[in-house]
């Protein structure tokens, strides 16, 4: 947080803004640090795409070779944490939390195990199935399976067509190996689809593919069936079962998210907690319920960044449907535009109120980073040979899970503008909810077995949870939404036209109809070709 002089200064938002830029641009000049240019800042995530590329199934020297790949990653990622940012405030953030996330994912598919031989995904075949000189096949029926079973094998390893150009049928698909198009959409495909839709690898929070392919895919794969699970459950967010409807349900969820980040937006200048002074006096203009009282205060500071940290995600993850599926559409990208491939991020709140703070964590907020949390505790269980239903399994589970989540919101905190605190601020809430999960579910089994709460109504046991949920969250939440507002984060501009700012609802005269002023992209030029590029 910059330092505050004892006259009024800042006296507007946008001045602080200015100071963070004046600030960085120092930062830059004096070599402190550098700025993290594009394209040079995703040579490590080509590496590791190019490694992908190379089969190495056959080549033991080389499958070694992923600790390699993972290694360069960890280092690139390392190196631009300490040593780059970015002059934007949302991107600053973005810097130190993308880094740190890519290189937990690419251990995860990489050390904790091999993506080209452990992970298969859900690919349309050309179309054999379909033709009826299969059915003019000699011999018995066992041969004719046998037949399409290594038809099938052969058109998704070895097929001579893109993924546009299929149009059969499902079946699992092993790494490609040709064409080289094939080949790079799966890899491009294990290393961005981070729930694993499509994948035998899919998360359990989302629902398996419906009950349609599953049968394709049990009738074309022969033996190369992956291990899988199609399991459904209550807590699985939302699947569509056309396009029109995932498209309109993501364009509205685009548009509902837009208007909300307005008013969130606006709301938040008028307080300067979000500007980065957090013991300031909350303004004047709200009710006095609210301005009299420091709980309420704290309440309402800490419900609208949860909004704001909620609305921002989902309008971001509402982006990759409504462009895949929309524009691209399946006649580009074949299955990976189909609509099933895209469920919802956020499944429905009744989750926690059935589940408390592990409903929370676990089903209703994003599941992004899922798998990439689990895989570590999941391998080390193995390599230790845990009980992993165990008591003490489970436990190592929660904290591996929840420390990986507070290296990568710390590391994000790490890289902001401001003066934020990575670990007494975000490493501290991720830690504390592992804790608070693992003595909510001892309770809970405590409870059971004494008898407590059997004879209560659902709707008083879920009106508790609703409570001690949200009291956790009063007593914890600062610890990461004040490091947000330390780090410049809130000021950003979400959305680039504002409709409460063009109507004179902004707190500054400066404040207008278009947001995005000044420079969003800019070219840095540096001393040689490798110490320029782009930058946010």
Same mark, same amino acid.
């Given at each position: 947080?910059?330092?505050?002089?004892?006259?009024?200064?800042?006296?507007?938002?946008?001045?602080?803004?200015?100071?963070?830029?004046?600030?960085?641009?120092?930062?830059?000049?004096?070599?402190?640090?550098?700025?993290?240019?594009?394209?040079?800042?995703?040579?490590?995530?080509?590496?590791?795409?190019?490694?992908?590329?190379?089969?190495?199934?056959?080549?033991?020297?080389?499958?070694?070779?992923?600790?390699?790949?993972?290694?360069?990653?960890?280092?690139?990622?390392?190196?631009?944490?300490?040593?780059?940012?970015?002059?934007?405030?949302?991107?600053?953030?973005?810097?130190?939390?993308?880094?740190?996330?890519?290189?937990?994912?690419?251990?995860?598919?990489?050390?904790?195990?091999?993506?080209?031989?452990?992970?298969?995904?859900?690919?349309?075949?050309?179309?054999?199935?379909?033709?009826?000189?299969?059915?003019?096949?000699?011999?018995?029926?066992?041969?004719?399976?046998?037949?399409?079973?290594?038809?099938?094998?052969?058109?998704?390893?070895?097929?001579?067509?893109?993924?546009?150009?299929?149009?059969?049928?499902?079946?699992?698909?092993?790494?490609?190996?040709?064409?080289?198009?094939?080949?790079?959409?799966?890899?491009?495909?294990?290393?961005?689809?981070?729930?694993?839709?499509?994948?035998?690898?899919?998360?359990?929070?989302?629902?398996?593919?419906?009950?349609?392919?599953?049968?394709?895919?049990?009738?074309?794969?022969?033996?190369?069936?992956?291990?899988?699970?199609?399991?459904?459950?209550?807590?699985?967010?939302?699947?569509?079962?056309?396009?029109?409807?995932?498209?309109?349900?993501?364009?509205?969820?685009?548009?509902?998210?837009?208007?909300?980040?307005?008013?969130?937006?606006?709301?938040?200048?008028?307080?300067?907690?979000?500007?980065?002074?957090?013991?300031?006096?909350?303004?004047?203009?709200?009710?006095?319920?609210?301005?009299?009282?420091?709980?309420?205060?704290?309440?309402?500071?800490?419900? =609208?960044?949860?909004?704001?940290?909620?609305? !921002?995600?989902?309008?971001?993850?509402? &982006?990759?449907?409504? +462009?895949? @599926? %929309? *524009?691209?559409?399946?006649?580009?990208?074949?299955?990976?535009?189909?609509?099933?491939?895209?469920?919802?991020?956020?499944?429905?709140?009744?989750?926690?109120?059935?589940?408390?703070?592990?409903?929370?964590?676990?089903?209703?907020?994003?599941?992004?980073?899922?798998?990439?949390?689990?895989?570590?505790?999941?391998?080390?269980?193995?390599? =230790?040979?845990?009980?992993?239903?165990?008591? !003490?399994?489970?436990?190592?589970?929660? &904290?591996?899970?929840? +420390?990986? @989540? %507070? *290296?990568?919101?710390?590391?994000?905190?790490?890289?902001?503008?401001?003066?934020?605190?990575?670990?007494?601020?975000?490493?501290?809430?991720?830690?504390?909810?592992?804790?608070?999960?693992?003595?909510?579910?001892?309770?809970?089994?405590?409870?059971?077995?004494?008898?407590?709460?059997?004879?209560?109504?659902?709707?008083?046991?879920?009106?508790?949870?609703?409570?001690?949920?949200?009291?956790?969250?009063?007593?914890?939440?600062? &610890?990461?939404?004040?490091?947000?507002?330390?780090?410049?984060?809130?000021?950003?501009?979400?959305?680039?036209?504002?409709?409460?700012?063009?109507?004179?609802?902004?707190?500054?005269?400066?404040?207008?109809?278009?947001?995005?002023?000044?420079?969003?992209?800019?070219?840095?030029?540096?001393?040689?070709?490798?110490?320029?590029?782009?930058?946010?």
């Amino acid at each position: 947080m910059p330092p505050e002089p004892p006259d009024l200064w800042p006296d507007s938002y946008h001045n602080l803004i200015k100071y963070h830029y004046a600030q960085y641009d120092k930062a830059v000049a004096s070599g402190e640090y550098q700025p993290l240019l594009f394209p040079w800042t995703c040579i490590d995530m080509l590496l590791v795409t190019i490694y992908l590329l190379v089969p190495h199934q056959n080549r033991p020297w080389l499958k070694k070779c992923r600790f390699l790949a993972f290694a360069g990653v960890l280092v690139c990622a390392v190196y631009k944490i300490r040593y780059t940012r970015m002059r934007g405030l949302a991107p600053a953030l973005v810097n130190g939390l993308i880094n740190s996330w890519m290189t937990i994912w690419v251990f995860t598919i990489l050390v904790c195990n091999d993506a080209q031989t452990d992970f298969m995904r859900i690919e349309r075949t050309t179309g054999v199935f379909g033709s009826s000189k299969l059915s003019q096949v000699n011999g018995s029926s066992e041969a004719k399976e046998t037949d399409v079973h290594k038809t099938a094998r052969d058109d998704v390893v070895n097929s001579p067509t893109g993924p546009k150009d299929r149009h059969g049928e499902f079946a699992w698909q092993p790494f490609p190996l040709s064409p080289m198009l094939e080949r790079l959409d799966w890899v491009n495909d294990i290393l961005y689809n981070f729930r694993g839709m499509g994948w035998n690898w899919r998360i359990s929070a989302v629902p398996p593919p419906p009950k349609a392919i599953q049968t394709q895919l049990h009738r074309n794969s022969g033996d190369i069936v992956p291990k899988h699970s199609f399991k459904t459950h209550a807590g699985q967010v939302k699947q569509y079962a056309t396009r029109g409807e995932l498209l309109r349900s993501n364009f509205r969820t685009l548009v509902t998210g837009y208007l909300a980040l307005d008013i969130i937006k606006t709301s938040m200048m008028h307080d300067r907690y979000f500007w980065g002074y957090i013991d300031h006096d909350p303004p004047s203009y709200l009710p006095s319920l609210i301005t009299s009282s420091p709980h309420m205060t704290h309440a309402y500071r800490m419900l =609208l960044s949860m909004l704001g940290i909620k609305f !921002a995600l989902q309008c971001v993850f509402a &982006l990759a449907p409504l +462009f895949f @599926s %929309g *524009v691209l559409s399946p006649s580009l990208l074949g299955a990976r535009a189909e609509p099933w491939m895209y469920p919802e991020t956020w499944a429905h709140y009744s989750v926690v109120l059935d589940h408390g703070i592990a409903g929370w964590w676990g089903n209703w907020w994003h599941q992004t980073f899922r798998f990439a949390f689990q895989e570590p505790s999941r391998k080390l269980c193995e390599v =230790l040979r845990l009980d992993r239903k165990s008591k !003490a399994a489970k436990m190592l589970q929660l &904290l591996i899970a929840f +420390f990986l @989540s %507070g *290296v990568v919101h710390a590391s994000g905190s790490v890289t902001c503008a401001g003066d934020t605190q990575p670990l007494q601020g975000p490493m501290a809430f991720f830690l504390l909810q592992a804790g608070a999960i693992f003595v909510e579910t001892w309770l809970t089994q405590l409870a059971r077995a004494a008898g407590i709460g059997r004879g209560l109504p659902g709707w008083l046991k879920k009106t508790w949870t609703f409570v001690y949920v949200h009291v956790w969250f009063y007593l914890t939440a600062h &610890l990461l939404c004040n490091d947000f507002a330390r780090g410049g984060v809130w000021l950003f501009e979400p959305v680039p036209i504002s409709i409460l700012r063009a109507v004179g609802l902004g707190p500054d005269k400066q404040d207008g109809w278009w947001c995005w002023s000044g420079q969003v992209i800019r070219w840095h030029a540096g001393e040689t070709w490798w110490k320029s590029g782009l930058t946010l």
